[in-house]
């Protein structure tokens, strides 16, 4: 997946240099995902857009993260499922 790509995919909001360095590691997630389909690949991308905000933020605030564990609701049965 080039650069270009990736940002035509996740959206403008993210950026030339930040779609240059995600392309190669998005390439290979998609490999092993096996999400090698045109639909698996857009299911897994849009996803990825989401949560991200179209690649802004690689890193979840821990803190939020905890608000969520042991919610078995969520499916969380796990330490560190949150």
């Known amino acids: 997946m080039t650069p270009e790509q990736v940002r035509q ?3 403008p909001l993210c950026s030339e ?3 240059a360095a995600c392309a190669p590691a998005l ?3 998609l490999v092993l995902a096996d999400a090698l389909t045109v ?3 857009a ?3 849009a996803q990825v857009a989401w949560e991200s905000g ?3 933020f690689l890193t979840e605030d821990e803190e939020k993260g905890r608000a969520y564990e042991g919610r078995t609701s969520l ?3 796990h330490l560190g499922d949150g």
């Open 75 to 77: 499916g969380n049965t």
């Open 43 to 45: 299911a897994l991308m």
């Open 39 to 41: 639909t698996r690949a």
């Open 17 to 19: 240099e930040r779609a």
């Open 27 to 29: 390439t290979e997630t």
């Open 9 to 11: 995919i996740v959206g």
């Open 54 to 56: 179209q690649l802004r």
